[in-house]
Nanobody, 124 residues
């Protein structure tokens, strides 16, 4: 079993900052890419930022210069520092981890795991 749990969402005024955290736990062997996605009401889920196990990051154009993704491989944790928040950043933010895992006595498997999401609301 693998769990992916986000934290750190909330309500903030435009121009403010929030830091999201996401920890993966369970029978994990190793994690490749980790990332953050978001979904606003009535819209499709979209990529916000992703980071490789080596620390190479890429960002959606809409957040470049404002958001920073980082990770702690020893803790299987990824962070998203969000600065200069705008009303259009309001969404449910989801964490994703592409990882290898193995249940007890089972084969090694690989695939994406998602968190339950955390709400970020930016008031204008």
């Amino acid at each position: 079993q693998v769990q992916v749990v986000e934290s750190g969402g909330g309500l903030v005024q435009a121009g403010g900052s929030l830091r999201l955290s996401c920890a993966a736990s369970g029978s994990i062997i190793s994690i490749n890419d980790m990332g953050w996605y978001r979904q606003a009401p009535g819209k499709q889920r979209e990529l916000v930022a992703r980071i490789t196990s080596g620390g190479v990051a890429n960002y959606a154009d809409s957040v470049k210069g404002r958001f920073t993704i980082s990770r702690d491989n020893a803790k299987n944790t990824v962070y998203l520092q969000m600065n200069s928040l705008k009303a259009e950043d309001t969404a449910v933010y989801y964490c994703n981890a592409d990882l290898y895992w193995r249940d007890e006595y089972g084969p090694t498997r690989y695939g994406p795991h998602w968190g339950q999401g955390t709400q970020v609301t930016v008031s204008s």
